[in-house]
């Protein structure tokens, strides 16, 4: 679970852009954690943080890729 953490930690997530889930009965994903390691605390021992895929996900948020130019040759 830490090299996982490190990974989402590398994203640059901005605050409240956490979220996680308890491994016991009925856990649900909550969201709105600050930091990876309060979203830890949280949910303790087994359980799972992520970046909130809500945010991650949101057009206003991502850089569009953009394909290398290639040259198209029309030699026959």
Not at 22 to 50: R, S
Request: hydrophobic share 40%.
């Amino acid at each position: 679970m830490a090299a996982a953490l490190t990974v989402l930690s590398a994203t640059g997530a901005r605050a409240d852009e956490w979220c996680g889930y308890a491994t016991h009965d009925n856990a649900v994903i909550e969201c709105g954690y600050t930091t990876a390691q309060q979203c830890e605390n949280a949910v303790g021992k087994g359980g799972m943080c992520f970046v909130d895929p809500d945010l991650a996900l949101n057009s206003k948020h991502a850089t569009p890729m953009l394909a290398p130019s290639s040259k198209v040759s029309t030699r026959g």
